[in-house]
């Protein structure tokens, strides 16, 4: 739980007009938190609704941040930096350096200056392809390697920062993986899958036409198949062969849930092989 202890204190939210910048703030809010800094670019009118309601103090433009901080750094109490170019799509190397790399280093040194903690917004993309596993490891963050230049702008600050000497008396990144809800509407293509499914079931019913989905049939029948066998395996550790019953009826639930898989199987291959794929 945040508890602050200056009297006059301010907390600063990055990305403030953003999906979780907002949700963020309204959080806040309702923790009686409401000397909020909103910082951002607010030229997109869109983005700005998601403002709406909430209680901020001062809103103040990205490019002009660093250099209140320098000012102001004394009556902020948190900085929480979602703010970043998030396209993954995006090849602007030294764009990303910039708002992403450089930009979250300014901050950083000015927290070390001001006793500020810091909670910084990393990714998932810095990963790659899991080669290395997604453990909240330290040691492997150097070895990761992202697939693409927004995932290695997360990256270079990550070792960046684990090779300073000085850092804020408290800091932790945050790698998010996939995250969806309210006021992600302004991200177009970058907005979650849950919310482009949701979009679609208001525009369409074709991805409720599921029993011409293959893929269905198919989680159907591994879900039903571990459904069964997982406690018929559980309990073999405390039934030994010798047990009759216990055979037999391992046997036929192992039978059971064979047929089940098989048949959906065979039943979604017949039903989509009618129509056109849908996968």
């Not at 992202?146 to 600050?157: E, H, V």
């Amino acid at each position: 739980k945040l508890i602050c202890s200056k009297s006059k204190f301010m907390i600063v939210v990055t990305g403030a007009v953003g999906f979780i910048g907002s949700q963020l703030i309204e959080k806040l809010n309702n923790e009686n938190f409401n000397d909020i800094i909103a910082v951002d670019n607010f030229d997109r009118a869109d983005k700005n609704k998601n403002l709406i309601g909430l209680k901020i103090k001062e809103k103040i433009d990205r490019d002009v941040f660093i250099q209140w901080l320098s000012k102001n750094g004394s009556a902020v109490e948190f900085i929480f930096h979602i703010g970043a170019k998030t396209d993954t799509t995006l090849f602007d190397v030294e764009l990303l350096t910039r708002m992403n790399t450089q930009y979250t280093k300014d901050i950083w040194k000015l927290c070390i200056e001001n006793q500020i903690p810091l909670v910084y917004e990393s990714s998932a993309a810095t990963y790659g392809l899991g080669e290395f596993g997604y453990e909240d490891n330290e040691a492997e963050i150097p070895n990761l390697k992202p697939l693409n230049p927004y995932g290695q702008s997360k990256q270079d600050f990550d070792v960046w920062a684990l090779e300073q000497k000085e850092r804020p008396f408290f800091w932790v990144g945050l790698k998010f993986f996939n995250v969806y809800g309210p006021n992600e509407y302004h991200k177009g293509r970058m907005a979650s899958v849950v919310w482009h499914a949701y979009n679609q079931i208001l525009k369409t019913d074709a991805i409720l036409n599921l029993k011409r989905f293959l893929p269905l049939y198919i989680s159907v029948g591994i879900l039903v198949f571990n459904f069964c066998i997982t406690p018929i395996d559980i309990f073999s550790e405390y039934f030994e062969s010798k047990n009759h019953f216990y055979v037999r009826f391992k046997a036929n639930i192992y039978l059971f849930a064979n047929i089940f898989l098989y048949s959906t199987y065979i039943i979604g291959f017949v039903i989509c092989s009618r129509k056109k794929k849908s996968y």
